[in-house]
C-alpha cells in the first residue's frame, strides 16, 4: 500500500507530467475565454434607415450576381453561412436564412453590410448605396420557409 502511495506520488512529481498537465491547464484557460460569440452591436439609429430603391425583378437579379460574386465565398450561394471559406473563418459567417437575420431591421443589416466585422469586410468603399440596398433586398428573399 505505502509503496502505492509512493510510486503514485513519484508519478505525479515527474516533470513530464507536470509539463503536460500545465498545458492543459492554459489550453482550457484559452478555450474558456474564446468561448462567448462577441455580439454585434449596432447604433439604435441605423434601424431608421430606408432603402433607396425599390426592389423589382432587376434590382434582384443584378444582387443576386453581387451575391454571387461578393459574398458567397463565406455565406453561401444560398445563404446559409456554408461557403467555401466558412469552416476556416471565426466568427462563422451569418446563415441569412435564419429567423436571427430575418428578424433584424434593414437598416441594421445594411449598416452591418457597409461597416463590416473581421473577417467579413466593409463594403460602403467596394458596393454603391443601392447596390448594398439591393443586396438587402435579395437577403430578405432567402428567408427559410
Ligand atoms: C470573408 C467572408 C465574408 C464575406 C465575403 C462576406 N461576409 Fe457577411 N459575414 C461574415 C461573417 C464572418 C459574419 C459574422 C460576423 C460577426 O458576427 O461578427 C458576417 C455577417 C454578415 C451580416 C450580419 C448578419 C447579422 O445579422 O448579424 C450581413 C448582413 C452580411 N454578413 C452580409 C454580407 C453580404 C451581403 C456580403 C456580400 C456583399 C457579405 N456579407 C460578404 C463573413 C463574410
Same mark, same amino acid.
Given at each position: 500500500?505505502?509503496?502505492?502511495?509512493?510510486?503514485?506520488?513519484?508519478?505525479a512529481?515527474?516533470?513530464?507530467f507536470?509539463?503536460?498537465?500545465?498545458?492543459c491547464?492554459?489550453?482550457?484557460v484559452?478555450?474558456?475565454?474564446?468561448?462567448?460569440?462577441?455580439?454585434? #452591436?449596432?447604433? #439604435? &439609429?441605423? +434601424?431608421?434607415?430606408?432603402?433607396?430603391?425599390?426592389?423589382?425583378? +432587376? #434590382?434582384?437579379?443584378?444582387?443576386?450576381?453581387?451575391y454571387?460574386?461578393?459574398c458567397?465565398t463565406?455565406?453561401? +450561394?444560398?445563404?446559409?453561412?456554408?461557403?467555401?471559406?466558412? &469552416?476556416?473563418?471565426?466568427?462563422?459567417?451569418?446563415?441569412h436564412?435564419?429567423?436571427?437575420?430575418?428578424?433584424?431591421?434593414?437598416?441594421?443589416?445594411?449598416?452591418?453590410?457597409s461597416?463590416?466585422? +473581421?473577417?467579413m469586410?466593409?463594403?460602403?468603399?467596394?458596393?454603391?448605396e443601392?447596390?448594398?440596398?439591393?443586396?438587402?433586398?435579395?437577403?430578405?428573399?432567402?428567408?427559410?420557409?
Amino acid at each position: 500500500m505505502i509503496l502505492l502511495l509512493y510510486a503514485h506520488t513519484k508519478w505525479a512529481l515527474n516533470p513530464c507530467f507536470l509539463v503536460i498537465a500545465f498545458a492543459c491547464f492554459i489550453l482550457l484557460v484559452s478555450e474558456t475565454k474564446a468561448q462567448p460569440k462577441k455580439q454585434w #452591436v449596432v447604433p #439604435v &439609429s441605423v +434601424n431608421q434607415l430606408k432603402s433607396t430603391i425599390k426592389a423589382d425583378a +432587376n #434590382v434582384l437579379k443584378e444582387a443576386r450576381k453581387n451575391y454571387t460574386i461578393f459574398c458567397s465565398t463565406c455565406h453561401g +450561394n444560398t445563404g446559409k453561412g456554408d461557403g467555401m471559406a466558412a &469552416s476556416s473563418l471565426n466568427p462563422k459567417p451569418a446563415d441569412h436564412t435564419s429567423d436571427v437575420v430575418q428578424k433584424e431591421s434593414d437598416g441594421s443589416l445594411f449598416w452591418k453590410l457597409s461597416e463590416g466585422r +473581421n473577417p467579413m469586410p466593409a463594403y460602403k468603399q467596394i458596393l454603391s448605396e443601392n447596390q448594398r440596398w439591393g443586396l438587402i433586398a435579395f437577403i430578405r428573399t432567402l428567408k427559410r420557409k
